[in-house]
């Protein structure tokens, strides 16, 4: 039973140590070439990552192949940290977004967001300048608003009939002929 409980540590070891030796090589990519501010925003939080589960995972593997109690305490501990973390930062990021759910408009085939109906640090991290040009270079990356053409002969009812994302309906909003009946979103 030893043998067995052992060699799973190991292999799950093994396995978090490639994973960390993956998160370690993007960072370096990212920080060694020309990359734009979303990437240039996830060089430290990546690398920080990979280097703390590339410890967390020698010391488990070390522990385990080698039979070292203290070197397993400790990867029990760093364990239970990483543990504490996740749950939290889960919990933080439902209590910040929760709130922001869309109300479905009725005709209409997107749904009515409004930044005041998210948590006020959500708020205050997007109306940030700083923040909003990193939020801004990750939603170019992702190529959110490639498939909007920005038609200025587009009538209020095509616009209503379209089934968009909150992004492209703020998009789209100032092509919209009548778009002053929009404003309040």
Not at 131 to 141: F, G, P, Q, R
């Amino acid at each position: 039973m030893v043998r067995l409980s052992n060699g799973f540590v190991s292999l799950v070891n093994v396995l978090t140590l490639l994973l960390s030796g993956a998160a370690l090589a993007t960072a370096a990519w990212f920080f060694t070439h020309q990359s734009s501010a979303c990437q240039k925003f996830l060089v430290e939080p990546l690398f920080f990552l990979g280097l703390s589960l590339l410890i967390v995972s020698l010391l488990g593997l070390f522990g385990s192949c080698c039979r070292v109690q203290p070197l397993l305490w400790v990867y029990l501990f760093l364990m239970f940290l990483f543990i504490v973390a996740l749950i939290g930062f889960s919990i933080f990021a439902l209590v910040v977004t929760n709130k922001g759910m869309g109300k479905a408009i009725s005709g209409r085939g997107y749904k009515e967001y409004r930044l005041g109906d998210y948590n006020n640090w959500l708020q205050n991290y997007v109306v940030n300048e700083k923040n909003w040009d990193e939020i801004k270079s990750c939603l170019a990356d992702a190529n959110v608003c490639s498939s909007l053409g920005g038609n200025p002969k587009e009538t209020v009812s095509d616009f209503n009939k379209k089934n968009l994302s909150p992004t492209q309906v703020l998009h789209l909003l100032p092509f919209v002929k009548s778009w002053n009946i929009f404003r309040k979103l």
